[in-house]
Protein backbone atom coordinates (compact mmCIF):
# COMPACT_ATOMS: atom_id res chain seq x y z
CA UNK A 1 0.00 0.00 0.00
CA UNK A 2 2.88 2.46 0.87
CA UNK A 3 4.68 1.74 -2.39
CA UNK A 4 1.91 2.18 -4.05
CA UNK A 5 1.04 5.88 -2.53
CA UNK A 6 4.33 6.44 -3.26
CA UNK A 7 4.35 5.35 -6.93
CA UNK A 8 5.43 8.35 -8.68
CA UNK A 9 4.72 6.60 -12.48
CA UNK A 10 0.82 6.22 -10.96
CA UNK A 11 0.97 9.46 -9.58
CA UNK A 12 2.00 10.90 -13.04
CA UNK A 13 -0.36 9.54 -14.67
CA UNK A 14 -3.47 9.99 -12.91
CA UNK A 15 -2.43 13.65 -13.28
CA UNK A 16 -2.24 13.29 -16.51
CA UNK A 17 -5.87 11.22 -17.41
CA UNK A 18 -7.56 14.57 -15.16
CA UNK A 19 -5.66 17.33 -17.33
CA UNK A 20 -7.05 15.91 -20.86
CA UNK A 21 -3.19 14.46 -21.76
CA UNK A 22 -4.53 11.15 -21.81
CA UNK A 23 -6.65 12.41 -25.49
CA UNK A 24 -3.08 14.36 -26.40
CA UNK A 25 -1.22 11.03 -26.15
CA UNK A 26 -3.75 9.69 -28.19
CA UNK A 27 -3.61 12.07 -30.43
CA UNK A 28 0.48 11.89 -30.80
CA UNK A 29 0.46 8.39 -31.01
CA UNK A 30 -2.02 7.44 -33.21
CA UNK A 31 -0.97 8.21 -36.74
CA UNK A 32 2.45 5.61 -36.61
CA UNK A 33 0.39 3.07 -34.02
CA UNK A 34 -2.63 3.02 -36.76
CA UNK A 35 -0.15 2.94 -39.35
CA UNK A 36 1.33 0.05 -37.78
CA UNK A 37 -1.46 -1.94 -37.01
CA UNK A 38 -3.44 -1.84 -40.21
CA UNK A 39 -0.56 -3.71 -41.27
CA UNK A 40 -1.53 -6.46 -39.37
CA UNK A 41 -3.69 -8.65 -40.94
CA UNK A 42 -6.18 -10.47 -37.70
CA UNK A 43 -7.22 -12.32 -40.26
CA UNK A 44 -8.28 -15.41 -37.48
CA UNK A 45 -10.36 -14.93 -34.44
CA UNK A 46 -7.95 -13.90 -31.46
CA UNK A 47 -7.51 -11.87 -28.37
CA UNK A 48 -5.68 -8.78 -27.42
CA UNK A 49 -4.22 -7.40 -24.28
CA UNK A 50 -2.96 -3.75 -24.25
CA UNK A 51 -0.16 -3.08 -21.42
CA UNK A 52 -0.15 0.68 -20.27
CA UNK A 53 -3.51 1.05 -22.20
CA UNK A 54 -4.11 5.19 -21.14
CA UNK A 55 -7.28 6.03 -21.96
CA UNK A 56 -8.04 2.57 -23.63
CA UNK A 57 -7.96 3.86 -27.44
CA UNK A 58 -6.13 1.16 -28.83
CA UNK A 59 -8.83 -1.16 -27.26
CA UNK A 60 -11.53 0.19 -28.49
CA UNK A 61 -10.30 0.38 -32.11
CA UNK A 62 -9.61 -3.06 -32.09
CA UNK A 63 -13.01 -4.42 -30.07
CA UNK A 64 -14.11 -3.18 -33.58
CA UNK A 65 -12.57 -5.70 -35.70
CA UNK A 66 -14.74 -8.58 -36.73
CA UNK A 67 -12.43 -11.28 -35.37
CA UNK A 68 -11.55 -9.81 -32.01
CA UNK A 69 -13.15 -11.68 -29.39
CA UNK A 70 -12.20 -9.67 -26.25
CA UNK A 71 -9.49 -6.78 -26.15
CA UNK A 72 -8.44 -6.32 -22.48
CA UNK A 73 -6.94 -2.77 -21.43
CA UNK A 74 -4.62 -2.69 -18.43
CA UNK A 75 -3.23 0.44 -16.88
CA UNK A 76 -1.82 0.86 -12.99
CA UNK A 77 -3.10 4.49 -12.88
CA UNK A 78 -7.46 4.10 -11.65
CA UNK A 79 -8.09 7.40 -13.23
CA UNK A 80 -6.53 6.21 -16.79
CA UNK A 81 -9.27 3.17 -15.95
CA UNK A 82 -11.87 5.50 -15.37
CA UNK A 83 -11.32 7.41 -18.13
CA UNK A 84 -11.46 4.32 -20.87
CA UNK A 85 -14.59 2.77 -18.70
CA UNK A 86 -15.75 6.22 -19.36
CA UNK A 87 -15.54 6.02 -23.08
CA UNK A 88 -16.36 2.24 -23.96
CA UNK A 89 -18.22 1.31 -27.38
CA UNK A 90 -18.35 -2.24 -26.72
CA UNK A 91 -18.83 -5.14 -24.56
CA UNK A 92 -15.92 -7.23 -25.78
CA UNK A 93 -13.60 -4.61 -24.24
CA UNK A 94 -12.50 -4.72 -20.50
CA UNK A 95 -10.14 -2.19 -18.73
CA UNK A 96 -8.96 -3.32 -15.20
CA UNK A 97 -6.43 -1.24 -12.80
CA UNK A 98 -3.20 -3.66 -12.62
CA UNK A 99 0.69 -3.71 -12.96
CA UNK A 100 1.84 -5.72 -15.17
CA UNK A 101 4.63 -6.63 -12.86
CA UNK A 102 1.88 -8.25 -10.47
CA UNK A 103 -0.93 -8.63 -12.87
CA UNK A 104 -2.68 -12.15 -11.95
CA UNK A 105 -4.84 -13.03 -15.46
CA UNK A 106 -5.80 -16.84 -15.99
CA UNK A 107 -6.10 -16.39 -19.82
CA UNK A 108 -3.30 -16.34 -22.43
CA UNK A 109 -3.84 -13.89 -25.47
CA UNK A 110 -3.24 -14.15 -29.11
CA UNK A 111 -1.97 -10.25 -29.30
CA UNK A 112 -0.10 -8.37 -26.85
CA UNK A 113 0.12 -4.88 -27.40
CA UNK A 114 1.87 -2.07 -25.60
CA UNK A 115 2.72 1.63 -26.76
CA UNK A 116 5.17 4.30 -24.82
CA UNK A 117 4.70 2.04 -21.72
CA UNK A 118 6.95 -0.68 -20.96
CA UNK A 119 10.35 1.69 -20.35
CA UNK A 120 8.64 3.43 -16.92
CA UNK A 121 9.07 -0.21 -15.41
CA UNK A 122 12.92 0.39 -15.16
CA UNK A 123 14.61 -1.67 -15.68
CA UNK A 124 11.72 -3.67 -18.12
CA UNK A 125 12.83 -7.53 -17.74
CA UNK A 126 10.28 -8.14 -15.43
CA UNK A 127 7.37 -6.62 -17.54
CA UNK A 128 8.91 -8.51 -20.63
CA UNK A 129 8.92 -11.84 -19.04
CA UNK A 130 5.71 -11.16 -17.88
CA UNK A 131 4.21 -10.70 -21.22
CA UNK A 132 6.16 -13.67 -22.29
CA UNK A 133 4.30 -15.44 -20.24
CA UNK A 134 0.84 -14.20 -20.58
CA UNK A 135 1.00 -14.89 -24.68
CA UNK A 136 0.01 -18.31 -26.65
CA UNK A 137 3.00 -20.11 -28.55
CA UNK A 138 3.00 -18.55 -31.81
CA UNK A 139 1.36 -15.03 -30.12
CA UNK A 140 2.88 -11.62 -30.72
CA UNK A 141 3.82 -8.98 -28.91
CA UNK A 142 4.05 -4.97 -30.71
CA UNK A 143 5.48 -3.24 -28.48
CA UNK A 144 5.94 0.38 -29.73
CA UNK A 145 8.18 3.14 -28.72
CA UNK A 146 9.39 6.81 -29.40
CA UNK A 147 12.04 6.63 -26.68
CA UNK A 148 15.17 5.08 -28.13
CA UNK A 149 18.93 6.42 -27.93
CA UNK A 150 19.09 6.29 -31.78
CA UNK A 151 16.21 8.73 -31.74
CA UNK A 152 18.46 11.72 -29.83
CA UNK A 153 15.21 14.30 -30.13
CA UNK A 154 13.71 11.97 -27.18
CA UNK A 155 17.18 11.16 -25.07
CA UNK A 156 16.51 13.64 -22.42
CA UNK A 157 12.62 12.23 -21.53
CA UNK A 158 13.50 11.07 -18.11
CA UNK A 159 15.20 14.28 -17.03
CA UNK A 160 11.91 16.40 -17.99
CA UNK A 161 9.64 13.85 -16.57
CA UNK A 162 11.56 13.18 -13.21
CA UNK A 163 11.09 9.50 -13.93
CA UNK A 164 13.78 6.48 -14.42
CA UNK A 165 12.97 5.72 -17.43
CA UNK A 166 14.75 2.71 -19.39
CA UNK A 167 16.83 4.48 -22.24
CA UNK A 168 17.83 1.35 -24.93
CA UNK A 169 18.64 1.38 -28.58
CA UNK A 170 17.23 -0.06 -30.97
CA UNK A 171 19.80 -2.66 -30.75
CA UNK A 172 19.64 -3.19 -27.73
CA UNK A 173 15.85 -3.34 -27.80
CA UNK A 174 16.39 -6.11 -29.88
CA UNK A 175 18.55 -8.68 -27.76
CA UNK A 176 16.85 -8.17 -24.62
CA UNK A 177 13.23 -9.56 -26.38
CA UNK A 178 15.84 -12.09 -27.69
CA UNK A 179 16.95 -13.06 -24.51
CA UNK A 180 13.61 -13.35 -23.15
CA UNK A 181 13.07 -15.73 -25.75
CA UNK A 182 11.33 -14.01 -28.45
CA UNK A 183 11.45 -14.05 -31.82
CA UNK A 184 12.77 -10.35 -32.73
CA UNK A 185 12.31 -8.35 -35.74
CA UNK A 186 11.93 -4.08 -35.95
CA UNK A 187 10.52 -1.86 -37.91
CA UNK A 188 10.55 2.28 -37.50
CA UNK A 189 7.19 4.14 -38.75
CA UNK A 190 7.67 7.17 -39.45
CA UNK A 191 5.47 10.18 -40.30
CA UNK A 192 6.03 12.28 -43.11
CA UNK A 193 3.38 14.72 -42.60
CA UNK A 194 4.55 15.77 -38.97
CA UNK A 195 5.90 19.10 -37.99
CA UNK A 196 8.74 17.02 -35.25
CA UNK A 197 11.68 16.62 -37.41
CA UNK A 198 12.20 13.28 -35.50
CA UNK A 199 9.02 11.69 -36.02
CA UNK A 200 9.59 12.63 -40.11
CA UNK A 201 13.08 10.88 -39.51
CA UNK A 202 13.14 8.00 -36.47
CA UNK A 203 9.53 7.71 -36.04
CA UNK A 204 8.03 5.17 -33.59
CA UNK A 205 9.96 2.16 -33.23
CA UNK A 206 8.23 -1.20 -32.94
CA UNK A 207 9.65 -4.41 -31.75
CA UNK A 208 7.98 -7.23 -32.75
CA UNK A 209 8.38 -9.98 -30.52
CA UNK A 210 6.99 -13.81 -31.30
CA UNK A 211 6.93 -16.39 -28.93
C1 LIG B 1 2.90 7.32 -21.93
S1 LIG B 1 1.45 6.55 -21.36
C2 LIG B 1 0.85 5.77 -22.85
C3 LIG B 1 -0.62 5.41 -22.79
C4 LIG B 1 -1.18 4.77 -24.04
N1 LIG B 1 -0.48 3.54 -24.37
C5 LIG B 1 -1.16 5.72 -25.20
O1 LIG B 1 -0.43 5.48 -26.17
O2 LIG B 1 -1.89 6.72 -25.16
C6 LIG B 1 2.04 5.19 -20.40
C7 LIG B 1 0.96 4.44 -19.64
O3 LIG B 1 1.51 3.24 -19.11
C8 LIG B 1 1.02 3.05 -17.80
N2 LIG B 1 1.99 2.21 -17.09
C9 LIG B 1 3.28 2.50 -16.79
N3 LIG B 1 3.85 1.48 -16.14
C10 LIG B 1 2.92 0.50 -16.04
C11 LIG B 1 2.92 -0.80 -15.45
N4 LIG B 1 3.99 -1.29 -14.83
N5 LIG B 1 1.77 -1.55 -15.51
C12 LIG B 1 0.67 -1.04 -16.13
N6 LIG B 1 0.61 0.19 -16.68
C13 LIG B 1 1.72 0.96 -16.65
C14 LIG B 1 0.90 4.46 -17.25
O4 LIG B 1 0.04 4.53 -16.13
C15 LIG B 1 0.40 5.24 -18.46
O5 LIG B 1 -0.99 5.32 -18.54
Known sequence: MFEDQMDKVRITFDEWAI?????????????TVLKFLNSVPFDKPFSFLDVGCGNGWVVRKIAQ???????????????????ANSKKKSLKELYLKADIQSWKFRNKFD???????????????????????????????????????DNKATTHWSEMMKLPLDLRSKKQWKKTFEEIGFKTKTKQVKDPSNRKKWKQEFGTLFIIGTK
Open 19 to 31: SGRSELMEKEHSK
Open 65 to 83: LKNCKKAVGIDKSKNMITK
Open 111 to 149: YIFSMESLYYLSPMESGLKKIYRLLKPGGQFFCGTDFYS
